[in-house]
């Protein structure tokens, strides 16, 4: 079946460090969507990235569609970064809906 | 978050009660989707919606909930005789017209059922 796997599940920074965040996929997507949870439940858009490369900030994705992954990067990371990373994908062929992984748990200590 | 309400942000029901969690979507969007979070898990899509249709149900639990999006107002999705595990966030996101574009999503509804 459609499946979104994210790694790592969790991840553990100090502040200042970098990290980059995996996002596999098995099949091919007309939408891919990075997100952050944060620490309060609010469920905030990061990257609309079905493929090439975007920035934003300290942020950055990419997405291989070819290679079905997407990865997401950043730097100099802050304990405001704390939260939980979702990957979310639209599958061509498969409704409009999203797919979400299981997400990557980041944990930024001062 | 690009304008998605969603109301209310918290509700708590007792078992045997009904909730109603309404959503209105950016101004302009014809397409709703709503999403669950169950405690410490992702989100799981459950329906999504254009105005006055149903078009995919296929996450929605063959009993006790419903989702409607009528002409005028916002999309309501009603769960009846709650139970303890419908305690969750529930979430709500649009999009415009060209169906497959970037979501957006409201800050969530979260039940507690007592």
């Known amino acids: 079946g459609i499946q979104v796997e994210q790694s790592p599940p969790d991840l553990i920074l100090q502040e200042g460090a970098n990290s980059t965040l995996r996002c596999n996929f098995s099949d091919s997507v007309n939408n891919l969507q990075w997100f952050h949870q944060n620490p309060w439940g609010q469920l905030i858009n990061l990257f609309y990235i079905p493929s090439g490369t975007k920035q934003n900030g300290r942020l950055s994705a990419t997405t291989v569609a070819t290679e079905r992954y997407s990865l997401l990067y950043i730097s100099s990371s802050q304990t405001t970064d704390s939260g939980v990373y979702f990957c979310a994908v639209g599958f061509q062929g498969g409704s409009e809906k999203l797919v979400f992984g299981k997400g990557t748990k980041l944990t930024v200590n001062p | 978050n690009a304008g998605v309400m969603q109301n209310p942000r918290h509700l708590v029901r007792r078992r045997g009660q009904e909730a109603r969690l309404r959503c209105s979507p950016v101004k302009g969007h014809s397409h709703v989707y709503w999403y669950r979070q169950l405690p410490e898990e992702g989100l799981k899509f459950m329906v999504y919606?254009?105005?006055?249709?149903?078009?995919?149900e296929s996450g929605m639990p063959k009993e006790r909930f419903s989702a409607e999006f009528p002409k005028e107002g916002p999309s309501i999705l009603r769960i009846q005789q709650v139970v303890r595990g419908d305690s969750a966030a529930y979430f709500c996101a649009s999009s415009p017209i060209t169906n497959t574009g970037e979501l957006f999503f409201g800050e969530g509804s979260r039940l507690t059922v007592l």
């Open positions: 919606l254009q105005k006055e249709n149903i078009i995919d």
